[in-house]
């Protein structure tokens, strides 16, 4: 049985060095090896990664990269993903802060789901647990989402957990051969405070990167 199998039983406690999220039906933890075989599958997806500047995935080997690569990231303050786990489903997404300003106290908040798990409410639970993270662990004051202004859908799902939409960053993102104008949104601490995510139960367990802390 792999670890993400067990997961959909009963989370795996986190170990030395390791962060953990939990809320009412899913788990965030630090993706492993073992999980690229999932994560491969979700982001072989065309329609997952249309609107990203990588993917869709066509060999096991880019999942593994990708995982490989996260303890130095994160390390370097550079990138903070964790898998998002649902506790009969098993892996279904990513969700992660990056672009992080320890100065002003702000970070970009992104998350990608596999097709079959949109609209089932794992977006809205896995930015509460990370808003959570964010606000109360982190020290963090803001935080900015991105949704290109094609994905209406995105854009729609951001106003509706309480994000306020700020502007349009012109030719902001390239994908491929495309360029993508950028819908940005924000919210800040105060924002957070009064929207109802912070209703949703959220448990943190282990410690995150040092570098992520800047209170």
Do not use: C
């Amino acid at each position: 049985m792999s670890t993400a199998e067990r997961e959909r039983v009963e989370p795996v406690a986190p170990t030395a060095g390791s962060l953990a999220l939990t809320g009412p039906t899913l788990h965030l933890r630090y993706p492993t090896g073992d999980d690229a075989p999932a994560l491969f599958e979700l982001a072989s997806d065309p329609a997952v990664t249309r609107y990203f500047s990588w993917g869709p995935y066509e060999r096991l080997a880019e999942a593994e990269a990708y995982i490989a690569g996260l303890p130095e990231r994160r390390e370097a303050g550079e990138l903070l993903d964790l898998l998002v786990i649902h506790r009969d489903d098993g892996p279904v997404g990513i969700t992660g802060l990056s672009g992080l300003s320890a100065r002003d106290r702000r970070a970009v908040l992104g998350s990608w789901f596999g097709h079959r798990h949109w609209g089932s409410g794992a977006n809205r639970e896995s930015k509460a647990l990370m808003t959570h993270l964010a606000f109360e662990h982190l020290g963090l004051e803001r935080l900015t989402a991105y949704a290109a202004s094609q994905n209406t859908r995105s854009q729609r799902a951001l106003e509706r957990l309480g994000f306020r939409r700020e502007g349009v960053l012109a030719a902001w993102h390239r994908h491929g051969d495309r360029v993508y104008d950028v819908v940005s949104y924000g919210m800040v601490r105060a924002a957070w405070e009064r929207s109802t995510l912070p209703q949703v139960p959220a448990e943190v367990r282990g410690e995150p990167p040092a570098a992520f802390v800047v209170a």
